[in-house]
Structure formats: structure tokens, C-alpha cells
């Protein structure tokens, strides 16, 4: 069985001003597909995951999203989705399970489901110790794994990741991806956005962004081979330099 479309991007445009940060990108995503959307800064990954999480409206373009046209209906793209990013994600001044109980309501979540699942969430994380502790004091790896369990909290369809690992180290990378798999088993979708070419060969597909457009797309083995060279790392340089 063929698996169902579950992100549909069409000649999706966004300006500012002269600018074009986005330009005519095409794209779609399957159900429980980790897909890797890179680019250098400025490259227009966030301007798109924006749009795609319906915190902005397109210029031009369709953009559907579980099924939902985000850039009329964006509150109900919203009640779909999961989003973390590395520069905000959980309130620092408050603890962890204040977090995990506003965030849940935020959701719509009853406290009584909020407080189980918010039970079973910590010890499986091994971090029940930690219920009480302000965020702030957290480790950062910790707090990392613990704002991507609470962005899939709600059990949405789809998960956004904008840069989620940023300064954290190579272990607790490795290790936050095994959460990020562990969510796509059951069935989440999972849109990321990353700097390390590294994580980009943990993708189902990449889609690599260069000045606004999508300059190559596919699976890490298939683009390696087609621009023949041994490591994502080399396939962004040849991208990013045009070759």
C-alpha cells in the first residue's frame, strides 16, 4: 500500500519586500517519514517550517498540511502538529513538570491526563528526579530530550524540529535521535531542520535548500551516489558550491 501524502508543498513563494526567501519550492512529505529539510543560514528553512506550522502566510503557493490548507486554516494546522526549536522550546524560570502541565493544556490535554501521562514521560526518560527542578538548572542535553517529548506530548500527527540539537554534544545528538526514530515507529512524522550533515544520513530524505531554492532532494545513499561522493557533508559543499 502506497503511503499517504501527509505534508503537500506547491510553488510556495514567500517575499519580503524585494526579498525572496522562498522561491517556488516543491515538496512532499509521507506519514511516519523523518524528513530532512538543510541549508546554510539564510538559506530560507525557517521562513518555510513557519509557514508550514501556519505562524506565517505564504505570498504565493499552496501549502497543505495533515490534510489541512495552512494558509487558510492555520489554527487547525496548529492542533496537528508538534514544533521545538533550539533557541525556545521550555520556560527556563519554571520546573519541569510546570512545563510539561502548561504545555499540555496548551494542547487541550484534561489535568488528569496531563499528570499520568506526564508520570510515564519522566520515568521513561529516567529523569523523575527532575520533576521539580527549574529547567533552567537542567542540563541542556536533558532539556533538549525533554522539549521534544513535550512537543510530541499530544501525540500529533506531525513534529516540527527547527535545529533542535544546536550546541549540544555528539553523544546526546546521537541519543536525541533515538527519540526522534522512537517517534517515527508510532507513526509521527518527523520534519527536521539541521546544520550537522551528519544527521542528515538519519533522514528518510533530505531536501537541501540553497538562496531561497530547493537545489537537491532524495534519499542520503541516492544523492551520495548521484553526485559521487562518500558523505552528506560532501554532497552539501557540492551543492552549496554549485558543482
Not at 76 to 89: A, D, E, L, P, W
Not at 171 to 185: K, M, N, P, S, V
Amino acid at each position: 500500500m502506497e503511503t499517504e501524502t501527509i505534508i503537500e508543498v506547491k510553488d510556495l513563494v514567500k517575499q519580503f519586500g524585494r526579498f525572496v526567501a522562498n522561491d517556488h519550492l516543491n515538496f512532499s512529505v509521507k506519514t511516519g517519514e523523518i524528513f530532512g529539510f538543510l541549508g546554510a543560514n539564510g538559506a530560507g528553512k525557517t521562513t518555510a517550517i513557519r509557514i508550514l506550522c501556519g505562524l506565517s502566510a505564504p505570498t504565493s503557493g499552496s501549502v497543505f498540511v495533515a490534510g489541512i490548507d495552512a494558509s487558510r486554516y492555520p489554527e487547525q494546522v496548529k492542533k496537528s502538529i508538534g514544533y521545538m526549536c533550539q533557541r525556545f522550546s521550555l520556560y527556563e524560570d519554571l520546573t519541569v513538570f510546570e512545563n510539561i502541565r502548561l504545555y499540555g493544556g496548551v494542547y487541550g490535554m484534561s489535568l488528569k491526563e496531563i499528570r499520568i501521562k506526564s508520570d510515564e514521560l519522566l520515568k521513561r526518560l529516567g529523569i523523575d528526579d527532575l520533576r521539580d527542578r527549574l529547567i533552567g538548572s537542567v542540563p541542556l542535553g536533558w532539556r533538549q530530550k525533554l522539549a521534544f517529548s513535550v512537543a510530541i506530548f499530544h501525540q500529533p500527527k506531525i513534529v516540527f524540529l527547527d535545529e533542535p540539537t544546536g550546541g549540544v554534544d555528539p553523544i546526546t545528538r546521537r541519543q536525541f535521535w533515538d527519540l526522534i526514530y522512537e517517534a517515527g515507529r508510532a507513526g509521527i512524522t518527523v520534519f527536521v531542520t539541521t546544520h550537522y550533515m551528519d544527521e542528515a544520513e538519519y533522514c528518510d530524505r533530505v531536501c537541501i535548500l540553497s538562496e531561497g531554492k530547493i537545489q537537491a532532494m532524495g534519499n542520503p545513499v541516492e544523492l551520495k551516489k548521484s553526485f559521487g561522493v562518500k558523505s552528506m557533508d560532501e554532497v552539501f559543499v557540492k551543492v552549496a558550491r554549485n558543482v
